[in-house]
Structure formats: structure tokens, C-alpha cells
């Protein structure tokens, strides 16, 4: 404590000679104004210009924190800070503020962030020979002894962003600025770029409010990457911009130049995955840095300034404030090196004296020898400035910007992320270098065209494999080659026969596997785009869409039945209709026996009267009613009784129901075939006891049903797990003959299913597809033929190429073609309605033999009649029927010969007894018989 007090004293003594010296006999200070007075001679007063106009006091928190964190320390020099605020636009004002602020004894400067009062600043600073630190970024080619920066300027800043293009092989990009303020930023970057083939074509933003004018003009340009230098404040609304037309996938790269992103609000954007890469000089790897910014962002807060930003993090603070704070701790070090510090040290100066200031140079020259770990990493000095510069290469990540490498000045970029750190080949896909193209053998994608030989796990050629993928790749190259930038291609097929899965250590196998060891440049075949894949590789855009779907044996049809048109009732119903048929016959008998007004003299033919009542219903005729109305034909008799009529109604009834019934169920049967398959729906097959279902065990279809979280596909991969034997195979051949062998269903990728069915004529698709899946080609992360192969399929698919390549490798070989539909009304099956024409001849063979029996017996009755021998009487008879061309009429013999007075009726007994004169007779009684007789 002693101690303290005597230096303390000692200070004050050396002070107040001072003080002394500078006083006039006129000027007497109380006690306490010459202990202030006498503080004040020892500090060093450090100004820092502000724009009136801009939001800056938490850069004033800042040297505050850190003038208040070096006099902490006890370093021998005390700094005081000193604001001075000037409006930029009027230049003369900021001269006269400047030389106010020198003779108020400010010696050290930071320099204000307008270009043109800095220049006054640094002329002044100049020729005073007073230190000017300038923590901006700024254009530093111009020479200036006491200028003193350890900021990055555009040079520094442009080697990093062309370092980023060369390595992810961006060679053509739109630089996007808010007006001709940003030029200076990106002069750098477009002439380093050059040197590197790297074009760089800049653009300005309109008088719009927003960006999505200038961003649609650009996408329709066909440019991929930009490099975006506009105000901080906008940044917000060109990412919303850059969302609100779907320009962030992996096509699109933004390269941000300023090196305050982190006080962005990206969180509502960050989820979209958009490709945002930027650059920091603030040093988070250091465990202390973030502690110091987290201490200085309390401090400002804890007097009411906080950083303006909604997403802002409290271990981050402005590339400013921090550059300011190692600023200042490098000038405590440099003027350490000076104590004590002499008494002309403190002594003002004058913009219009003519000497200098006598300690700026050895301050700079202190300050070019002097190091620290800052906020903004190591820095080292020497005569030419800060030895090496240190940018974090930050990308934006769903959880926010994260660290994926560092470019240093003197090493240049080093990529931590293993998945971006390798450098790609922009050279690729000529004769000398031809990209290195993986595939799979899966028809009709790629297929040998020997299949006898064994396939060729190595370098292949189009002599060997033939395919859709094949003339995909040659109808891309073609359409690349006429923009100039054409690839080669050497083709091998994947080693382990996958497409490519991650085991439970997070390796892959298969064709991602080949990308990632960098043994391919592209995977092509049936490559499924999924969230797995994509996290380690990129893909193009989708050149097909296919589904899950079940491949199943096809349903076989009944065989052909002649009498399919009986089918049209059950049998119980054809039984059924017979017996209500004959009980109608039967009862319509019975009931007109018993009814009077059934019974009539009237011949129900002729209408004469007759002295005998006849009824027409008897069983015969009763039972041919009833056949004739089931039939819908007429009959020749009729009920009169309202009981008869009654029934006959009802019977009517039933038969016309019956029969609309019938004719409906006839259309439908002689028409549709009906297919018998045992499930339509992925529902009903797990219901399905007995047809066991399995697929692949790797790809996209296993590890949808892996990782699915819908209930019953999470079932159904459980009970494939479960099942033995295994339902999980090794290729589609296999699982294409086990199901049409047995009951097993294979789910697989419709294209696939598609093409199958196409050839084998015992398997088809039962029902729609479980999901939506896109085949794409793989490419390493950032290739540059991704954006330009993707281009390629997109003209491809608008121009129907790939759907006529589709029908040519689909339909190709085909066998089982399935009939058209037709528009019209189909054609009736012959062999279904084979049955009606075996009725039919039936009934003919039937009805043939019936007349013969009818024949026979007329005659052998006429013989008995006429005494006549049966011979002749056939002989007569079919002597007549024979006789095709004679008359249709025929006559009823009488029953009484007028001669001999012989009872007959034949036609026999008239040619024996040569009566060429007879009496037709309609069976008439015997009175109206013998009233036509009485003359005889």
C-alpha cells in the first residue's frame, strides 16, 4: 500500500511540475482541480470519430469497455476516451472538429468509417505525425506511415473469396450490390479472378425495395453463384427474397462479404437449407474470447445499448468493436515499452503549427514489433503490417452459422468438414481426364448385352452394357457439348453390387460410397433421392418419379365355360324358378277346373258354338302358359277368371323382375371377366395370413420401410425381420421368381415392377404405390456438374426426350401386351356364350327326333283305323310332308266317308276309297259334324 501511495505521489509531483510549466501567473487552481488537472496530464486521450447520422453507441460502449479493462490492469498508461461526432456530408465542419479534438490533446486516433472524412483525417494525422487506427474495411493500397490497421482490407477479403470459388470450382458468378458504394469490396475478387479463369459479372439493385426482380433476372441468366456485397441491414431481406423464389438448393451458392453476418436475424431461414457461406475474423476457438465479448456485450447492455439484431448471440460482438478492442491493447503494449513516458508526450498540438508531433513514428515503429491473442485471433506485427490474417469460413446450418474451415493468409483454406474438404476437379470430363462414372446393373436402366458372361466389375465400355442410362448419359453429354462444355466418361460398375445404405457405424457401402472416397465423379442408375444420402453427397435434379409398389402373380382368369351365360343366377335360383314354373302350371289347372268362367261352348280357335263346354287350361296347356310367360314370348290362350288372372298377374310379375335381373347379370358375365386376387391394398396383404411379403435388403425401399414411422409399415418391417426362412433378397431376379413360385408378395420400385410386368406375363402390380420416390445422378458435394448435368435433364424432361427414351427401353422386348381399352362397347366372347348354341342345337336334335316319334305314332294310328298296313300309311305320309313346293294348306279328312260310309280322318284311307270329293273338317262335334253330313 505504501508502495502505491509513493508512486502515486511521485506521478502526481512530476504532473503538477508540468501543470506548473504550463500555467500562466493569471491561472490558480483549488486543491482538487489540480489533483484533476494533474490526472488529466497523464492520460492519453483516445478520440474515435462518429457519424451524427448512424447508430454507433455500442461502438462507444466499446472503447469504453476496453479503455476501462486497460486501466484496470495497472499498465502504467491511463487512456481516456474521447468522442467526437461530425456530419460527413459537411467536410469543413469535420476539419475544424479534427483540429479541435488535437488541441484538446487527443493523440491518437480511430479513423471514421467514411471514406472521404478518413482521407482528411489521414492527411492530418499525416502531417502531425499523430497515430490513426483504422478499424474499417477499407481499400489500404494507398501508402500512409501513420495509419495502423489490423483489420483485413479488400485485398485480404478478395484472396479469400476467389480461394472459396477455386475450391468449389464456382467459375462464373453474379456479384450482387445495393449501389457503386460495394465496387471497392469486389474490385479485388474480380481481378484476382480473373487470373484463375474465375468470371465475376456485377450487378446492381434497382430502386425496388427488394431483391427479386435482380434475383429472377439472374436465375434466368443461368447464374448459380453469387457473391453478394450489400448493406448489413438488407441482409434479412435478400435471404427472404432468395426463399420466396425457391432459389436455395444445392444449386445455388452465396458468397457474403460482409464479415458481420452473425448480426443477421437467419434463424427463420436457416431451416430451408439455403447455401449461405461467409467469412469472420473473430476468434471463438480461443475459450477466453468469447467470455471478453460476452463481457463487453453485459457491459454496454447494463448501460442500456444493445446490438441491434434479433438473432444476435451474446459471445459475439461487431468485427468493429473487436477490432477496436485489440487496437487499443496493442497501443497499451506499444506505449509500455515507452515508460516513462516523457513530459512532451502529453503536450498538445496545433493543426496550424508547423512541428510535429515528436512520438508518432516511434509509436508505429513499437507498434509493428509488439503481439497479442485477440479477439480476432494471433497477431503478430511487423514493419509492413499484421503478418497473417485469419478468416473462419462459416456456412449456414439448420441450428445456424457453424465453422466449416480456415482461410489464412499465408496458408490458404483449409476445410475442416471432410465432406467439403476435398478439392474438386474443374478440369474433369475431358479426353485426358474423363469423369468416373458408377453404376449398377438393374434392367432396363444398364444391362449386358451378353448376359452369358459374367458381369465385368471394372472398366466397361457401351460394347459390353446397353441401356436407358446409357442414352441419358449421351443425350446430356450431347446437350452440354453445344454450350462448349461437353464431358468423357469412363463407366465401371459398383464393387458390392449396392446403391448405397449406412451401417450403424456411419460408413457407407455401395455407389455413395464410391463418391465419397473420391473413386467416382458421378453415380448414375436408379439412385434414390433420400434425406440420408443427400446429408453426404449431392444429387441433380430427378430425371424419373416411381413408387414403392407390390409385385404379385398376376390373377388367373376362370377357365372358359360354355354355359357362363348360367351364371347369370345361382343355381338355387334356376332351381327355384323351375318349381315355381310348374307349381303355377299345376295350380293354374287346378284353379281354372274349379271356375265356372273358365268353362266355355265357344272353340277358343274358331268361335263357333258348341253343345259341349270346353276349358282350355287343362295341365298341357296350363304348364305352356306358365313356360311362356317365364319366357316373355306370348301364348295363344289367355285366363278370363279373375282367380286365373290374379295368379297369371303375379306370375307376370315375378317373371319380369326375374327376367331384368337376368339380362343385367348376363351383360355383366358375358362381359368382364372377372380376376380373382387375393388382396388389392397393402392393408389387406399384412391382413393376409398366408402370402408372406419381403424386398431387398439394401437401397431406398429398405430404408424407407427402416426408418418409416406410419404404424403399419413399421409392422410390416418388423415382421420381415422376424420371419424364416429370410423374406429379404439379394436382387430382383431373385425376388421376381419366388413370386411365381409361391405366395409371396415383392415390394419394389414401380419402374422396375413396370418393366417386369412387361415381360413375364405370370406377375403384375396389385394397387397403387406407398410413396413418391426420384431417381437423380450423384455428384460429391459442390461439383460443379451438378448444376450443369441438372440444366441438361431439366431441357431433357420439357422437351419429352426422356419419356421417349422411357418408352423405347420399357416397351422394348415386350410380350405380354395388355389390349387396348375401347372406347365402344365390347364384343361378346363366343366361347362365353358357346352354351346358348349347344342349347340350341340340343333342342333341334330333340325336336327332330320328336317328329319322327310323331310321325311314326300318326301313322301306326291312322293304320290301326283304316286297316291299313303301317308301310303305307308311312309311305303316304311322307310321300306329302316331301312335297316342299306344293301348297301349305292342308286339309282335315272327314270322319265319315260319303260313299261307303267309312269312319276315317287319314289322308290314306281317302286316296284308298279314291274319294276326290271331301269336306274339310276343323274337329268338329258330332252334331255340327252331322249337320254338315245329313245329305248323305
Same mark, same amino acid.
Given at each position: 500500500?505504501?508502495?502505491?501511495?509513493?508512486?502515486?505521489?511521485?506521478?502526481?509531483?512530476?504532473?503538477?511540475?508540468?501543470?506548473?510549466?504550463?500555467?500562466?501567473?493569471?491561472?490558480?487552481?483549488?486543491?482538487?482541480?489540480?489533483?484533476?488537472?494533474?490526472?488529466?496530464?497523464?492520460?492519453?486521450?483516445?478520440?474515435?470519430?462518429?457519424?451524427?447520422?448512424?447508430?454507433?453507441?455500442?461502438?462507444?460502449?466499446?472503447?469504453?469497455?476496453?479503455?476501462?479493462?486497460?486501466?484496470?490492469?495497472?499498465?502504467?498508461?491511463?487512456?481516456?476516451?474521447?468522442?467526437?461526432?461530425?456530419?460527413?456530408?459537411?467536410?469543413?465542419?469535420?476539419?475544424?472538429?479534427?483540429?479541435?479534438?488535437?488541441?484538446?490533446?487527443?493523440?491518437? &486516433?480511430?479513423?471514421?468509417?467514411?471514406?472521404?472524412?478518413?482521407?482528411?483525417?489521414?492527411?492530418?494525422?499525416?502531417?502531425?505525425?499523430?497515430?490513426?487506427?483504422?478499424?474499417?474495411?477499407?481499400?489500404?493500397?494507398?501508402?500512409?506511415?501513420?495509419?495502423?490497421?489490423?483489420?483485413?482490407?479488400?485485398?485480404?477479403?478478395?484472396?479469400?473469396?476467389?480461394?472459396?470459388? *477455386? %475450391?468449389?470450382?464456382?467459375?462464373?458468378?453474379?456479384?450482387?450490390?445495393?449501389?457503386?458504394?460495394?465496387?471497392? &469490396?469486389?474490385?479485388?475478387?474480380?481481378?484476382?479472378? @480473373?487470373?484463375?479463369?474465375?468470371?465475376?459479372?456485377?450487378?446492381?439493385?434497382?430502386?425496388?425495395?427488394?431483391?427479386?426482380?435482380?434475383?429472377? %433476372?439472374?436465375?434466368?441468366?443461368?447464374? @448459380?453463384?453469387?457473391?453478394?456485397?450489400?448493406? &448489413?441491414?438488407?441482409?434479412?431481406?435478400?435471404?427472404?427474397?432468395?426463399?420466396?423464389?425457391?432459389?436455395?438448393?444445392?444449386?445455388?451458392?452465396?458468397?457474403?462479404?460482409?464479415?458481420?453476418?452473425?448480426?443477421?436475424?437467419?434463424?427463420?431461414?436457416?431451416?430451408?437449407?439455403?447455401?449461405?457461406?461467409?467469412?469472420?475474423?473473430?476468434?471463438?476457438?480461443?475459450?477466453?474470447?468469447?467470455?471478453? $465479448?460476452?463481457?463487453?456485450?453485459?457491459?454496454?447492455?447494463?448501460?442500456?445499448?444493445?446490438?441491434?439484431?434479433?438473432?444476435?448471440?451474446?459471445?459475439?460482438?461487431?468485427?468493429?468493436?473487436?477490432?477496436?478492442?485489440?487496437?487499443?491493447?496493442?497501443?497499451?503494449?506499444?506505449?509500455?515499452?515507452?515508460?516513462?513516458?516523457?513530459?512532451?508526450?502529453?503536450?498538445?498540438?496545433?493543426?496550424?503549427?508547423?512541428?510535429?508531433?515528436?512520438?508518432?513514428?516511434?509509436?508505429?515503429?513499437?507498434?509493428?514489433?509488439?503481439?497479442?491473442?485477440?479477439?480476432?485471433?494471433?497477431?503478430?506485427?511487423?514493419?509492413?503490417? @499484421?503478418?497473417?490474417?485469419?478468416?473462419?469460413?462459416?456456412?449456414?446450418?439448420?441450428?445456424?452459422?457453424?465453422?466449416?474451415?480456415?482461410?489464412?493468409?499465408?496458408?490458404?483454406?483449409?476445410?475442416?468438414?471432410?465432406?467439403?474438404?476435398?478439392?474438386?476437379?474443374?478440369?474433369?470430363?475431358?479426353?485426358?481426364?474423363?469423369?468416373?462414372?458408377?453404376?449398377?446393373?438393374?434392367?432396363?436402366?444398364?444391362?449386358?448385352?451378353?448376359?452369358?458372361?459374367?458381369?465385368?466389375?471394372?472398366?466397361?465400355?457401351?460394347?459390353?452394357?446397353?441401356?436407358?442410362?446409357?442414352?441419358?448419359?449421351?443425350?446430356?453429354?450431347?446437350?452440354?457439348?453445344?454450350?462448349?462444355?461437353?464431358?468423357?466418361?469412363?463407366?465401371?460398375?459398383?464393387?458390392?453390387?449396392?446403391?448405397?445404405?449406412?451401417?450403424?457405424?456411419?460408413?457407407?457401402?455401395?455407389?455413395?460410397?464410391?463418391?465419397?472416397?473420391?473413386?467416382?465423379?458421378?453415380?448414375?442408375?436408379?439412385?434414390?433421392?433420400?434425406? &440420408?444420402?443427400?446429408?453426404?453427397?449431392?444429387?441433380?435434379?430427378?430425371?424419373?418419379?416411381?413408387?414403392?409398389?407390390?409385385?404379385?402373380?398376376?390373377?388367373?382368369?376362370?377357365?372358359?365355360?360354355?354355359?357362363?351365360?348360367?351364371?347369370?343366377?345361382?343355381?338355387?335360383?334356376?332351381?327355384?324358378?323351375?318349381?315355381?314354373?310348374?307349381?303355377?302350371?299345376?295350380?293354374?289347372?287346378?284353379?281354372?277346373?274349379?271356375?265356372?268362367?273358365?268353362?266355355?261352348?265357344?272353340?277358343?280357335?274358331?268361335?263357333?258354338?258348341?253343345?259341349?263346354?270346353?276349358?282350355?287350361?287343362?295341365?298341357?296347356?296350363?304348364?305352356?302358359?306358365?313356360?311362356?310367360?317365364?319366357?316373355?314370348?306370348?301364348?295363344?290362350?289367355?285366363?278370363?277368371?279373375?282367380?286365373?288372372?290374379?295368379?297369371?298377374?303375379?306370375?307376370?310379375?315375378?317373371?319380369?323382375?326375374?327376367?331384368?335381373?337376368?339380362?343385367?347379370?348376363?351383360?355383366?358375365?358375358?362381359?368382364?371377366?372377372? $380376376?380373382?386376387?387375393?388382396?388389392?391394398?397393402?392393408?389387406?396383404?399384412?391382413?393376409?395370413?398366408?402370402?408372406?411379403?419381403?424386398?431387398?435388403?439394401?437401397?431406398?425401399?429398405?430404408?424407407?420401410?427402416?426408418?418409416?414411422?406410419?404404424?403399419?409399415?413399421?409392422?410390416?418391417?418388423?415382421?420381415?425381420?422376424?420371419?424364416?426362412?429370410?423374406?429379404?433378397?439379394?436382387?430382383?431376379?431373385?425376388?421376381?421368381?419366388?413370386?411365381?413360385?409361391?405366395?409371396?408378395?415383392?415390394?419394389?420400385?414401380?419402374?422396375?415392377?413396370?418393366? *417386369?410386368?412387361?415381360?413375364?406375363?405370370?406377375?403384375?402390380?396389385?394397387?397403387?404405390?406407398?410413396?413418391?420416390?426420384?431417381?437423380?445422378?450423384?455428384?460429391?458435394?459442390?461439383?460443379?456438374?451438378?448444376?450443369?448435368?441438372?440444366?441438361?435433364?431439366?431441357?431433357?424432361?420439357?422437351?419429352?426426350?426422356?419419356?421417349?427414351?422411357?418408352?423405347?427401353?420399357?416397351?422394348?422386348?415386350?410380350?405380354?401386351?395388355?389390349?387396348?381399352?375401347?372406347?365402344?362397347?365390347?364384343?361378346?366372347?363366343?366361347?362365353?356364350?358357346?352354351?346358348?348354341?349347344?342349347?340350341?342345337?340340343?333342342?333341334?336334335?330333340?325336336?327332330?327326333?320328336?317328329?319322327?316319334?310323331?310321325?311314326?305314332?300318326?301313322?301306326?294310328?291312322?293304320?290301326?283305323?283304316?286297316?291299313?298296313?303301317?308301310?303305307?300309311?308311312?309311305?303316304?305320309?311322307? @310321300?306329302?310332308?316331301?312335297?316342299?313346293?306344293?301348297?301349305?294348306?292342308?286339309?282335315?279328312?272327314?270322319?265319315?266317308? *260319303?260313299?261307303?260310309?267309312?269312319?276315317? %280322318?287319314?289322308?290314306?284311307?281317302?286316296?284308298?276309297?279314291?274319294?276326290?270329293?271331301?269336306?274339310?273338317?276343323?274337329?268338329?262335334?258330332?252334331?255340327? *259334324?252331322?249337320? %254338315?253330313?245329313?245329305?248323305?
Amino acid at each position: 500500500m505504501f508502495v502505491v501511495f509513493v508512486n502515486f505521489f511521485i506521478v502526481l509531483t512530476f504532473a503538477g511540475k508540468q501543470l506548473a510549466a504550463q500555467q500562466t501567473n493569471s491561472q490558480r487552481y483549488s486543491g482538487s482541480e489540480y489533483f484533476l488537472r494533474a490526472y488529466e496530464a497523464q492520460t492519453v486521450k483516445i478520440g474515435i470519430t462518429l457519424d451524427k447520422k448512424k447508430e454507433s453507441r455500442f461502438l462507444e460502449k466499446a472503447l469504453e469497455f476496453t479503455v476501462q479493462q486497460i486501466n484496470g490492469q495497472n499498465q502504467g498508461v491511463h487512456f481516456k476516451p474521447y468522442f467526437i461526432y461530425i456530419d460527413t456530408e459537411d467536410v469543413l465542419e469535420a476539419s475544424r472538429t479534427v483540429c479541435k479534438s488535437i488541441a484538446d490533446g487527443v493523440t491518437i &486516433q480511430f479513423l471514421p468509417e467514411d471514406t472521404a472524412v478518413a482521407t482528411d483525417f489521414q492527411t492530418a494525422c499525416d502531417r502531425l505525425d499523430l497515430p490513426c487506427m483504422d478499424i474499417s474495411l477499407r481499400d489500404s493500397s494507398f501508402p500512409a506511415s501513420t495509419i495502423f490497421s489490423i483489420e483485413p482490407d479488400v485485398h485480404i477479403v478478395g484472396s479469400a473469396v476467389v480461394d472459396v470459388m *477455386r %475450391h468449389f470450382g464456382y467459375n462464373r458468378s453474379a456479384a450482387i450490390l445495393d449501389g457503386s458504394a460495394g465496387i471497392t &469490396q469486389l474490385d479485388p475478387v474480380i481481378v484476382q479472378g @480473373r487470373s484463375h479463369n474465375i468470371s465475376v459479372t456485377i450487378f446492381y439493385r434497382n430502386e425496388e425495395s427488394t431483391y427479386r426482380t435482380l434475383l429472377f %433476372h439472374l436465375r434466368s441468366l443461368g447464374f @448459380r453463384t453469387f457473391v453478394v456485397a450489400i448493406d &448489413q441491414t438488407n441482409i434479412g431481406l435478400f435471404v427472404q427474397n432468395v426463399a420466396e423464389l425457391n432459389m436455395h438448393d444445392n444449386l445455388y451458392t452465396y458468397i457474403f462479404s460482409d464479415m458481420d453476418i452473425w448480426l443477421s436475424d437467419l434463424n427463420q431461414i436457416s431451416h430451408i437449407g439455403i447455401n449461405l457461406l461467409a467469412f469472420s475474423p473473430l476468434d471463438v476457438t480461443n475459450h477466453v474470447n468469447p467470455m471478453k $465479448m460476452s463481457q463487453m456485450v453485459n457491459y454496454a447492455a447494463a448501460r442500456g445499448v444493445t446490438i441491434d439484431s434479433a438473432a444476435h448471440n451474446a459471445e459475439i460482438v461487431p468485427v468493429q468493436a473487436a477490432v477496436l478492442h485489440d487496437s487499443l491493447h496493442l497501443i497499451a503494449k506499444a506505449l509500455e515499452s515507452f515508460r516513462p513516458l516523457p513530459r512532451e508526450f502529453y503536450s498538445p498540438v496545433s493543426c496550424s503549427a508547423a512541428s510535429r508531433w515528436p512520438f508518432g513514428s516511434s509509436i508505429m515503429n513499437y507498434l509493428n514489433t509488439v503481439g497479442l491473442d485477440g479477439l480476432t485471433g494471433t497477431i503478430t506485427m511487423q514493419p509492413s503490417g @499484421r503478418y497473417q490474417h485469419t478468416l473462419r469460413l462459416l456456412k449456414l446450418e439448420r441450428n445456424g452459422l457453424s465453422d466449416i474451415g480456415v482461410w489464412n493468409s499465408k496458408t490458404g483454406l483449409n476445410i475442416a468438414d471432410r465432406n467439403l474438404a476435398k478439392p474438386l476437379k474443374t478440369t474433369a470430363g475431358t479426353e485426358d481426364d474423363p469423369l468416373r462414372v458408377v453404376s449398377i446393373l438393374q434392367a432396363p436402366f444398364l444391362m449386358l448385352k451378353d448376359e452369358s458372361k459374367a458381369p465385368p466389375y471394372g472398366e466397361i465400355t457401351e460394347k459390353d452394357v446397353h441401356g436407358f442410362l446409357i442414352s441419358l448419359l449421351n443425350r446430356v453429354s450431347r446437350l452440354i457439348a453445344s454450350e462448349g462444355k461437353g464431358f468423357k466418361y469412363k463407366l465401371y460398375l459398383v464393387p458390392d453390387r449396392e446403391f448405397g445404405l449406412r451401417d450403424k457405424t456411419g460408413n457407407w457401402s455401395g455407389m455413395v460410397k464410391e463418391i465419397l472416397e473420391d473413386r467416382a465423379d458421378l453415380a448414375v442408375g436408379p439412385f434414390t433421392l433420400t434425406a &440420408q444420402r443427400e446429408s453426404v453427397i449431392s444429387f441433380t435434379k430427378p430425371f424419373m418419379t416411381a413408387g414403392i409398389g407390390i409385385l404379385y402373380q398376376a390373377p388367373r382368369g376362370s377357365a372358359p365355360n360354355l354355359f357362363a351365360l348360367m351364371r347369370s343366377l345361382s343355381v338355387n335360383l334356376w332351381f327355384a324358378s323351375l318349381v315355381a314354373t310348374a307349381a303355377i302350371g299345376v295350380s293354374l289347372w287346378i284353379i281354372g277346373r274349379f271356375s265356372p268362367l273358365e268353362w266355355s261352348n265357344e272353340h277358343f280357335c274358331t268361335g263357333f258354338a258348341t253343345t259341349w263346354a270346353v276349358n282350355v287350361f287343362n295341365l298341357r296347356n296350363s304348364l305352356w302358359f306358365a313356360m311362356c310367360s317365364l319366357m316373355m314370348q306370348g301364348c295363344d290362350i289367355n285366363p278370363r277368371a279373375v282367380s286365373t288372372r290374379l295368379l297369371g298377374g303375379v306370375w307376370w310379375f315375378y317373371t319380369m323382375f326375374l327376367s331384368a335381373h337376368f339380362i343385367a347379370k348376363l351383360a355383366s358375365v358375358l362381359t368382364v371377366e372377372k $380376376m380373382s386376387v387375393p388382396f388389392s391394398s397393402v392393408d389387406e396383404l399384412v391382413k393376409h395370413q398366408e402370402i408372406r411379403y419381403g424386398m431387398l435388403n439394401h437401397g431406398s425401399t429398405f430404408e424407407f420401410f427402416q426408418d418409416s414411422k406410419i404404424p403399419i409399415y413399421k409392422e410390416m418391417f418388423e415382421k420381415m425381420n422376424a420371419s424364416f426362412p429370410s423374406v429379404f433378397v439379394d436382387s430382383y431376379d431373385e425376388g421376381v421368381k419366388r413370386v411365381a413360385s409361391e405366395k409371396y408378395a415383392f415390394l419394389m420400385e414401380s419402374t422396375e415392377i413396370e418393366y *417386369r410386368v412387361q415381360r413375364n406375363c405370370d406377375v403384375t402390380q396389385i394397387g397403387g404405390t406407398l410413396n413418391t420416390i426420384q431417381y437423380g445422378i450423384g455428384t460429391p458435394k459442390n461439383s460443379p456438374w451438378t448444376e450443369q448435368i441438372s440444366m441438361a435433364i431439366l431441357y431433357l424432361i420439357e422437351n419429352s426426350t426422356i419419356a421417349e427414351l422411357r418408352e423405347q427401353w420399357w416397351k422394348r422386348g415386350s410380350v405380354c401386351v395388355k389390349d387396348e381399352k375401347s372406347t365402344g362397347p365390347s364384343a361378346i366372347n363366343s366361347t362365353l356364350v358357346g352354351g346358348a348354341f349347344l342349347i340350341l342345337a340340343g333342342g333341334l336334335v330333340i325336336a327332330m327326333i320328336m317328329v319322327v316319334v310323331e310321325f311314326v305314332w300318326n301313322a301306326l294310328h291312322n293304320a290301326k283305323i283304316d286297316k291299313a298296313s303301317l308301310w303305307t300309311e308311312l309311305v303316304l305320309e311322307l @310321300r306329302h310332308a316331301l312335297r316342299f313346293t306344293a301348297s301349305s294348306t292342308r286339309p282335315v279328312l272327314q270322319k265319315q266317308c *260319303r260313299t261307303c260310309g267309312v269312319e276315317t %280322318h287319314s289322308l290314306a284311307a281317302a286316296q284308298m276309297h279314291e274319294h276326290k270329293d271331301y269336306t274339310p273338317m276343323l274337329f268338329l262335334d258330332a252334331a255340327t *259334324r252331322h249337320s %254338315h253330313t245329313g245329305k248323305h
